[in-house]
C-alpha cells in the first residue's frame, strides 16, 4: 500500500479509537501496554503527537468523551478519553491547550468490574448528559453507567475523609467526586457497547453469542413488579444460526462485536464468528435481520461503520492464519464479494482498528504490533 503513515506508540497496541465528534473529527487514541497517546491526524499522511497518558497497565478499552475538540477547530483544544485497564480499573485522561496531562482514576475496588473491561462508550444524544454517563460491559456480564459528576461523594465520604491520597494537592483530580454507577446484569460475558448520537437514553450491547440488546438504561426496575435487567431491554436481536453455532462450539473462541451506523439509528451491524447481520430497528420483522452474510469463514472479529462513507462497513479477521486483513463491504451488495484489504502477511494479526473522518476518502487506523498503519481508501479497493 502506497502513503502510508505509520505511528510506532512503543509497546503492542491493543485498542484504536477515532473520535466521531464533530469538532474532533481527526483525533485518534492508541491504547498500548502501559499508556494511551492521542494523536492529530491531518491527513493520511501526516500527523501529530497531542497527548501521552501512563496508566500503568495494559488498556482494554477507550472512548471518547463529547467535551474534546481538536486543536484544528479551537485553540482551546480539549483532549478527554475513558480509558480500561487490564486490572479493571478506569481512567479519565484529560489534556487541554491550557493545562498538562491529568488522570483521574475511578471504578477500581468493590465499587467497578470483576472482570477484564471489553468496551465502553460515552452516553449518547446532543444534550450536556452525554459527557457526564460513561458506559462499560466486562467479562462480567455487567453494564455499569457510571455518573462522572455526582452529586454527592458517596466513596470519599467513608473511605478517604481526607478527600485526597497522599500524593496529591488540592487541585489533583482525585479531588474531584469519585462517579458511582448503575450496573444491569446479563446472562452472558459482554463484549461491545455502543451509543448513537440521536438517542441519550439507549445503549447497544453485544453479547458473546452474538446477541444484541438495545437498553434503556433510565429505566428503573425497582418501579416494576419482578426488577429484572429485561425490563431495560428495548430490542433483543438474535442472529439464530451464529447462536446455534456458538452452542455447538464450532468455533475456538466466539465474540459478538455490534455498531451502530452514526447517520441512522435503526441500523445496526453485527459480527459474530464466520457471519454479520444487519438489522432495520424500524423493520424488525420479528426480530430477523435485514441482510446477512458471511465475511471469514474461520471467523471475523471487529465490526466498524464507515463515518465519511454510510453504505460501507469493515469487518476484520479473527484468526492470524490469513494475515492481518480486513474486510470492507457495501450494504447494498452484501453478497457480493468484498473489498479485500491485505495489511501483512500471517502471521500477523489486526488487534483492533477504526475508521477517521479525517477527509471525504474512506481512512483506516489499524493497529499491528508496535505500530498503528493509518492509509486511505482509494479507488483500487
Request: aromatic content about 8%; charged content about 20%.
Given at each position: ?51 501521552t497518558?501512563?496508566?500503568?497497565n ?8 463529547p ?11 480539549v ?21 498538562a ?40 456480564k ?36 469519585q462517579?458511582?454507577?448503575y ?86 451491524g ?72 491485505n ?27 508496535h505500530?498503528?498503519?493509518v492509509?486511505a ?5
Amino acid at each position: 500500500m502506497n502513503d502510508v503513515l505509520r505511528l510506532n506508540h512503543g509497546s503492542d497496541v491493543y485498542v484504536v479509537r477515532s473520535c466521531h465528534n464533530e469538532d474532533g473529527t481527526d483525533l485518534l487514541a492508541l491504547g498500548g501496554e502501559h499508556s494511551v497517546e492521542v494523536y492529530q491526524i491531518s491527513t493520511a499522511t501526516t500527523s501529530r503527537k497531542l497527548a501521552t497518558f501512563h496508566v500503568g497497565n495494559r488498556i482494554t478499552a477507550l472512548a471518547w468523551s463529547p467535551r474534546s475538540v481538536s486543536p484544528s477547530r479551537s485553540d482551546e483544544w480539549v483532549v478527554e478519553i475513558a480509558a480500561a485497564g487490564i486490572d479493571f480499573g478506569l481512567h479519565l485522561l484529560t489534556k487541554s491547550s491550557s493545562s498538562a496531562e491529568t488522570t483521574f482514576q475511578f471504578g477500581g475496588g468493590l465499587s467497578g468490574h470483576h472482570g477484564k473491561v471489553n468496551d465502553m462508550c460515552f452516553c449518547g444524544g446532543r444534550d450536556e448528559d452525554n459527557m457526564r454517563y460513561v458506559a462499560t460491559v466486562s467479562d462480567d456480564k455487567m453494564l455499569m453507567v457510571w455518573d462522572l459528576h455526582p452529586p454527592l461523594d458517596i466513596s470519599s465520604a467513608i473511605l478517604s475523609p481526607g478527600g485526597s491520597s497522599a500524593n496529591d494537592d488540592s487541585s489533583s483530580p482525585s479531588s474531584r467526586p469519585q462517579p458511582t454507577a448503575y450496573a444491569i446484569s446479563f446472562s452472558h460475558p459482554l463484549t461491545t457497547v455502543d451509543s448513537h448520537p440521536h438517542s441519550s437514553k439507549e445503549f447497544l450491547v453485544a453479547d458473546c453469542r452474538g446477541s444484541v440488546y438495545l437498553t434503556d438504561w433510565r429505566t428503573d426496575p425497582h418501579q416494576t413488579e419482578q426488577g429484572t435487567w429485561r425490563h431495560s431491554i428495548v430490542v433483543e436481536l438474535t442472529e439464530s444460526r451464529a447462536i446455534s453455532n456458538s452452542l455447538l462450539a464450532t468455533s475456538s473462541q466466539w465474540s459478538g462485536f455490534a455498531a451502530w451506523r452514526r447517520d441512522s439509528a435503526d441500523i445496526v451491524g453485527v459480527s459474530c464468528g464466520p457471519r454479520f447481520a444487519i438489522w432495520d430497528l424500524s423493520k424488525l420483522r420479528g426480530g430477523k435481520p435485514l441482510q446477512v452474510g458471511t465475511s471469514f469463514a474461520d471467523g471475523g472479529y471487529t465490526f466498524r461503520w464507515c463515518p465519511t462513507n454510510p453504505d460501507y462497513f469493515a469487518i476484520s479477521a479473527h484468526s492470524n492464519t490469513r494475515g492481518a486483513v480486513i474486510h470492507v463491504h457495501n450494504i447494498g451488495y452484501v453478497h457480493a464479494q468484498p473489498s479485500v484489504i491485505n495489511i501483512a502477511p500471517a502471521p500477523h494479526r489486526i488487534r483492533d482498528f477504526d475508521f477517521i473522518a479525517v477527509c471525504t476518502q474512506p481512512v483506516l487506523a489499524v493497529a499491528l504490533g508496535h505500530q498503528v498503519a493509518v492509509f486511505a481508501l482509494g479507488d483500487d479497493h
